[in-house]
């Protein structure tokens, strides 16, 4: 992409590291890339509307729950909006921008990230950016705002990270981040406070309006104490693309935060190119660039970083994963396992802040490494409408989409008038159990409040299943409880219906709607986690150290949590077969029993004085497969699954 010719490439720009330079090159000031946009007619428009009115009117499932939560109407405004439509002409119509800014304030209102007006061209696909990062921190009773990161290349007199903003445009910063947060989507406190630090200098436009300055002054405090200000325009950019495209076969099981996925992606163009690198050696096959101290090789660079970390408690592993939007669980659950059988056994720290979701097969596949627990995935609904009910009808028994679970109970509301389907897993049971646990130490879950969609299905589960301890650096996770389909996925699975409602949206533009709800298991089951989310077990504020020093005050608290649990584990050593016995050796860690099944069939049971035990299983040669479970004072604590040579 080549840039405005009136326009000249600032210095961070032209600066960039080698593998975004290029992309950069084609950034524009805001009010250059603005005089492109407006292109809706008003029949354009008029169909946005009424497409807006089909899904959320007749697909949204949390429509019962928000206008109890949050006491909105959204189908009486986007029927005024129509009315008011009705009545306008080409000529009359207000500008553009001021109809994107209604609609999208009604999807707004609903506080749910799965559930979107997406702009057309040409906002989609573009981020509006400041070349620098800005995160919350904690001090004392104090928040602070702090720059965390500044694009190579961008200098101002004693702007570097760690200094501390204290107005924006003349506000002071907690004011702004609070009128910023307002306008954004998220269905609790934290989530959008969170997001409204986060939008600060990073937008994505598809999702949200473009600012309404075209440039910001920055008032802020260098490290000598001394009062400075900046003003820096706003700038508009392709993003990078996403890792995964529309697949028909995946985005059926999207549980994903958008505007999360877009803005992290932005974050890594714009300050850690590296990333960009190293997953364009893994794509080419290459060998990766140089690794930070204790750091892993992964061939998802995009998806994965996992190293091993010093605190204070000792060294344990640490793996971060960025997202769940993945081509293939199969393949993110293989991977994750490799990277995680080459880390500290000692202890394990599962990092998913800020990860948006994704494929809800790969968060609830991933569980089952961590535990020697089955694992039961969380069951979802539709909420009940003859539409929903006609989509399902038409996709009973379809391979590449069975709903034909929900129809009974959706044809049974017509008599009972239940406004929910009953509830059905959309992660198969048996591919959540299919390799077992793979790491026998004590894990901790790091979260915060924008772990949204299939993350916060993923840390409902690690909870509901007692995996290990919940450690959010906020008071809940971005509590996104859903199945989230698009209006062209919708529109597909009526194909060739003369009777469909959805009708092709204009000039690029897009909807998304949360279609299934998700409910908990465990001591919470059925509860919803839309709204609600996941609580945290231990609450850590970000501090200055956090934030300038590679998280360290969160890890030392992780590092505590985990020496507070000790590890157990079961493994085979040996199997040999004679006159139709089979003799296991087996070893074991902090277990006092070890029970054993051949081939799915109980066939011993032995208590441990020591960390070994042999057992011989007559008639039991042709066994091909052994799993031990392993017990401490009768609670199942360690479980290994083996294929049987011998």
Known sequence: MNR????????????AAEPVRDHLLGASRLDTFLRRAGTLTLQDRRTLVDQALVLVEQNYVHLPLKAAMHAVNPVHRLRLLRRRLERQTERTMPREWMFHAELSEI???LRDLHTNYLLPEPFAGRIAFLPFLVESCAEGDRTRVLVTRVAEGFTAPGFTPGVEITHWNGIPIADAVDLNAARFAGSNTAARRSRGVQSLTVRPLMIHLPPFEEWVTVSYVDEAGTPRELRENWRVVENLPPLVGADPETVVFQGMDLDGDETNRAKVMLFAPHVVAQRDAAAAEEPAPSLGEGEVATTMPGVFRARTVRTASGTFGHVRIFTFNVQSPGRFVAEFVRLIRQLPQDGLIVDVRDNGGGHIHAAEFALQTLTPHRITPEPVQFVNTPLNLRICARH?????????AWVPSMEQALETGAAFSGAFPITPEEGANSVGQQYFGPVVLVTNARCYSATDIFAAGFQDHGIGPVLGTDENTGAGGANVWTHELLSDLLAGDEESPYAPLPKGAGMRVSIRRTLRVGLLAGTPVEDLGVVPDRLHRMTRRDLLEGNADLLDLAGRLLTTQE?????LA???AADGALRLEMRAENVDRIDVYLDQRPRASLDLAEDRVDVTVPDAASARFARLEGFEEGRLVASTTAELVT
């Open 107 to 109: 999807f707004h209102s």
């Open 567 to 571: 590890p157990h584990a079961v493994s």
């Open 396 to 404: 009973r028994g379809d391979p590449a989409i069975d709903l034909g």
């Open 574 to 576: 040996r199997a040999t």
């Open 4 to 15: 405005p010719a009136e326009e000249t490439a600032p210095p961070f720009v032209e600066n």
